[in-house]
């Protein structure tokens, strides 16, 4: 399948920033624009070699030679550590099958360069010819690479390559067996891979230790809470990557009290603190010492414990000339053997032992740290796990409680502004529809963010609003109504939610501000007909008067009370409809006038 446009908005964005800059120049600019696009696609090869060969942007930029006259062949790079020569052919064109005719000319270079004939090449290979040479001669093993953004490879394509690589009359034995195929998923994978928390391995001692095997692998006793300081000192947040939490500050009540045991009977802390337990891809025991049992653990994770050790990091840093060589806490190691769902069962299970929220288990959610690595692209630091903040404001930090209160603005489903009201908590409840609803697999990060600016112009704008007014119900249509107006405009924003661009502040300003006030007009003339009876507040938290109240708004700032549609939609009742008036609702939704111009 092709890249959507949200996964090529962030793979291109990726390429600009890490890659582009680092490319040869080109030989023979067209002009800005189509250098830009043709930069992109040089750089499409370079992150291919990147990823298969983990080496930086920089170096895998300098590989490129695509440019006019490159005989189709756009990168070229010998990995030394495996003696392999890569050669790359990129692609990036959406909706289209990498083509025979593209293949071909690949071919052709490739024949052109194992055979060191170098003539009719461009300046990019003729600079290299003497290192292209050394790897031809030297490589064991060659590897030919097409990435693509596409459809795929064509049948034809396929054959001409494969035929290249089965053909025994060039003389070289040493090609691939098949050719690399560096498609979509793979591309978005690598996208993913670049922004996840780097891999923790270490050394640990533990004392007075005792190991079971039988059913997995499991290691209990004492370390040293210094040595724990040390690996959080060093690795940071990795080292709770699989944990619900990250560190919630030091002003809770249980981090106040661990500092105060450190300050003054450090001595005592195993028997004050309930431990830690630790997660490990791998353990393998090393050599045993008086001094304890020396584990090395592959990819460990603090899954319980965060609290403990982060406090203690915090404790030493305030007072770096306190000992603390007397603290020690109870650790579990546990071998995960790469068993992701057996991850996911212990790290709540020992969490459940503690105060915690249900929320909280969101952490667990693959959807939640997939967003988290596609807004690291974009710039913006999505917080999805409980973790204390510097209190300073950062328009780049978007916390989960945000993310799910936009998303449910901008859903089609009526019910969503009422749960806003009434029962926000349950928007994070890992299991339940709402959240399945706001998180879904679809869920790109330019939907996430844009929904958060929208949702953040919106409440300023409310809380404006309401201070304009004295007192009185439409002051509190105003306070209560950011939820209910924001459903009925959100409908307006649709084509740049669904976009690959990201909303930009001053252009949503001025594009809003008139549909804004004439969607709060229309709220405010819906809530006023009915407060006869109720006040803003309970009408707009009880379902049965805010769907009308949602109906009605958009009906007239949609401009369709005209529409011959609407009464039939209106009278049209489906009890399997898993939401009131859902086809009225997505009819409205269709018909809203969109707003562009904003990104």
Known sequence: MSLNDAQRGLLETVLRADFVAHLPTLLQPKGHQQDEVKNLSRALAAFAVSALCDVSPKE?????????????????????????????????????????????????????????????????????????????????????????????????????????????????????????????????????????????DANIILQASGCRSDIRKTYIGFIAVSDLVKLHQMHGKALYAKNIRQHLGLNTDANIAIQSTLATTPDQFEHLNNGVAILADKIDPKDSRKAGKRLRLTGMSIINGAQTVASSAAFVAANPSASISAAFVHATVIQADHDAEFSKRVTKARNLQNPVSAQNFAALDDQQERLRRELAVLGYHYVYKPEGVDGTADPKRIRIEEAAQALAIIQPDPRFPVYLK??????????????????????????????????????????REAAAKGAGYEKLTYKHGSFALGFVLAKRLERVLSGAAIINQAKLNAQFSVPFDEARQCLWDEVSRRTSYKGPLALLRTLGDAVPILRDAMITHYGLAADPAIAPLQAKMVPTDPYPQKALFDYLSAKAPQIGNIT
Request: hydrophobic residues 45%; contains cysteine.
């Open 60 to 200: 895998a930029a300098e590989s490129v030679v695509d440019d006019y006259d490159d005989f189709g062949v756009d990168a070229i790079y010998y990995h030394a550590p495996s003696e392999t020569l890569y050669l790359v052919q990129g692609k990036l064109k959406s909706g289209a099958m990498f083509s025979q005719e593209e293949a071909n000319a690949f071919v052709q270079g490739i024949r052109k360069l194992i055979a060191q004939d170098f003539a009719g090449f461009n300046n990019h290979v003729l600079t290299r010819h003497i290192a292209i040479e050394d790897a031809i001669e030297n490589c064991s093993r060659i590897e030919v690479v097409v990435v693509h953004v596409g459809a795929g490879l064509s049948h034809h394509a396929n054959v001409a390559l494969q035929q290249l690589l089965d053909d025994p009359s060039h003389g070289e034995e040493r090609f691939a067996p098949t050719v690399i195929s560096f498609e979509s998923a793979k591309i978005v994978g690598q996208l993913q891979q670049r922004q996840a928390y780097p891999r923790v």
């Open 422 to 463: 009434k029962e926000p908590g349950q928007l994070l409840l890992v299991d339940s529809a709402p959240y399945k609803a706001l998180f879904a697999i679809e869920l790109t990060a330019y939907r996430l963010v844009n929904a958060v600016l929208f949702s953040r112009y919106l409440h300023g704008r409310m809380v």
